[in-house]
């Protein structure tokens, strides 16, 4: 009996990974491919994080922000290659399933390092979750901001609070969670990295047109000059904190194996998901660079911290208004 019993599991797994749409080893279903994986990856990655890359360039200068914003892609994409890997282990392709980045670390390193793994990881994700909150809500009140600049005028006070905002962000993100697992909100996904493409070209888009404006690219090949308000300490502190935002921006791997749990197969796992990452980090680099060194030219060292919640931009504000929107929708799905 437990023969033949074991015959036909391997007869149902053989038909189900030739057709590639039901995994029999854990009898679950899994139904991602390529791109929906990239969109993941690029939902993960990309963030209203990257409407303050002006302002990191702007520390380093042309060279250097150019250099380092390579240099995390670099780094980045590398690494994630080398976890698509430990999806499987011992064997990448055949080996047993780790469903999580914690099971992964288990099944490969063992022993103390499980704790530790997940001590940073969730501290990590907490903070991210803090932080996604945080420039939700802050998005909701540049909307409202922008309304009363535009009726009041641009040295009007404007207070906003932004606690109805957040309460209303964190109710959103309750219900969604009920759902049972990144499959089920693909959908999620693909409108959220089409948001984040929109709020991205938005801003680039008004970079490109104040650029335009001015005679001479503006910056130096170093960034912020030492002198008056900014002192050697507060020059160091600005170049660390553009480093953490340049390194901040492109971080994934601790959902890595989350997404790639959602890939059917053949082909391997592990290859559909060294291609979304390919995929998803040359996009996500394309779109940084463009930014950073175009935003960068538009405003010089003088820079926001963010380009349409910082108001380097007034007008025309419901375009402003609609690059708000679509970071609130963007992290709405990367929260998930």
């Known amino acids: 009996f437990k023969s033949s019993t074991t015959v036909m599991d391997l007869e149902h797994t053989q038909n189900g990974n030739m057709h590639g749409d039901i995994n029999y080893d854990d009898g679950r279903a899994r139904t991602g491919n ?7 990856v690029i939902t993960a990655v990309i963030g209203a994080g990257v409407l303050s890359l002006p302002w990191s360039v702007a520390q380093l200068g042309w060279i ?3 250099l380092i ?4 892609a670099v780094v980045t994409t590398y690494t994630s290659v080398l976890l698509a890997d430990c999806y499987r282990a011992p064997d990448p392709v055949t080996g047993k399933r780790n469903y999580k980045y914690p099971d992964a670390v288990k099944n490969i390193l063992g022993g103390r390092k499980v704790l530790l793994c997940k001590i940073g990881q969730y501290a990590n994700l ?9 420039t939700a809500a802050i998005s909701m009140m ?13 040295g009007s006070s404007c207070s906003v609070s932004g606690n109805m905002f957040m309460m209303t962000f964190g109710a959103i993100e309750l219900i969604l969670s009920q759902l049972p697992s990144l499959e089920k909100i693909s959908w999620l996904s693909i409108l959220a990295a089409i948001m984040s493409f929109a709020y991205s070209s938005i801003g680039l888009g008004l970079s490109i047109a104040k650029a335009a404006g001015r005679k001479h690219p503006s910056g130096s090949l170093t960034g912020v000059p030492i002198g008056g308000q900014v002192t050697k300490l507060k020059k160091s502190w600005y170049i660390f904190q553009a480093l953490g935002n340049m390194a901040f921006s492109y971080t994934f791997s601790l959902v890595l194996i ?3 749990d959602t890939l059917k197969s053949p082909p391997p796992e592990n ?8 995929m998803g980090m040359t996009a996500t680099t394309l779109l940084y660079m463009s ?9 010089g060292n003088s820079a926001p911290g963010n380009m349409l919640t910082g108001f380097g931009f007034y007008e025309p504000f419901w375009l402003i208004d609609v690059g708000n929107i679509c970071i609130v929708i963007h992290l709405v799905g990367a929260y998930q």
Do not use: D, N, P
């Not at 390529?34 to 993941?40: G, L, Y």
């Not at 290859?271 to 390919?278: G, N, V, Y």
């Not at 930014?291 to 405003?299: D, E, K, Q, W």
């Open 271 to 278: 290859k559909t998901m060294r291609k979304a990452t390919l």
């Open 142 to 154: 540049a909307i409202k901001k922008a309304a009363c600049f535009h009726k009041e005028g641009h």
């Open 291 to 299: 930014i950073g060194l175009v935003g960068y030219a538009a405003f």
């Open 34 to 40: 390529v791109w929906t994986a990239a969109s993941h």
């Open 126 to 134: 907490y903070g991210a979750m803090v932080g996604y909150t945080l």
């Open 69 to 72: 914003l390579l240099f995390f």
């Open 64 to 66: 250097m922000g150019a």
């Open 258 to 260: 989350e997404i790639q």
